[in-house]
């Protein structure tokens, strides 16, 4: 089983590459990449989003899965593909570098509200990152249109982790009996909440839009990675790894 889900990681990923050159080939490697959390999840009778190789996986594959309808519609559809699909790779190979988490969950996390609040934030994540690279692409070619699409995807990527943070909140009663944990990881979560309840406002604000914005949003992709790997890594929480 672990020779077939490497196969399908790799061809994958060589599907991405030549997606570089032909688009139907993106479409190809994001079945594939499906296909792997489906096997996945089916040897481990549960969603794989247990530890930084499911997680870092799966949001690979969340990032192409919505950088394809965003950029379908653009100007510089391929731009906004390849530089899409390039952070998509990057967080694929890294899942590698970590041991599969494949023991059975404890029964903490053996809830639906648990699975939900966890593919809830890394649609989220997956989200905030595109609109990170579009953030980038604005800056460097001042066309409006990357950053009216970047707000608007964060928009989204807001209201989802918005409603992963109320799951979380339920899990956490379910569990330990409190909606609250005064963890790093909750504390952290707040702060990326409320960083991008200032962006989401700072738009209505003229003087903050154009390249502030921008930065913003890039900015607040770094306070992603960091609420993500850096807490879950580094200190100690519920969320630990």
């Not at 309840?197 to 913003?216: E, F, K």
Request: net charge positive; charged share 10%.
């Amino acid at each position: 089983m672990d020779n077939i889900l490497l196969a399908l990681a790799i061809v994958s990923a060589a599907f991405y590459v030549f997606g570089y050159y032909r688009v139907p080939f993106l479409f190809a490697g994001l079945i594939l990449q499906i296909s792997y959390l489906f096997v996945r999840g089916i040897s481990l009778d549960r969603m794989p989003l247990v530890g930084p190789h499911d997680t870092l996986f799966f949001l690979s594959a969340s990032i192409v899965l919505f950088a394809l309808p965003v950029a379908w519609r653009m100007k510089e559809r391929e731009k906004v593909l390849h530089a899409s699909v390039g952070m998509a790779v990057v967080f694929m190979a890294v899942s590698f570098l970590y041991k599969p988490h494949n023991s059975p969950l404890p029964p903490v996390l053996q809830t639906f509200w648990f699975e939900t609040h966890v593919a809830f934030s890394f649609f989220s994540y997956a989200l905030f990152g595109i609109a990170a690279i579009l953030g980038v692409m604005f800056m460097i070619n001042r066309d409006r249109e990357f950053d009216l699409v970047q707000y608007k995807i964060n928009l989204v990527g807001y209201c989802l982790f918005s409603a992963a943070m109320i799951f979380g909140g339920i899990w956490a009663y379910l569990a330990w009996g409190t909606y609250w944990l005064w963890t790093p990881k909750e504390l952290w979560t707040v702060i990326l909440w409320l960083y991008y309840s200032l962006y989401l406002h700072a738009r209505l604000r003229p003087w903050w839009s154009g390249r502030p914005l921008s930065a913003m949003s890039v900015a607040g992709f770094l306070i992603v990675l960091f609420t993500y790997l850096g807490v879950s890594l580094l200190m100690k929480s519920s969320h630990s790894f």
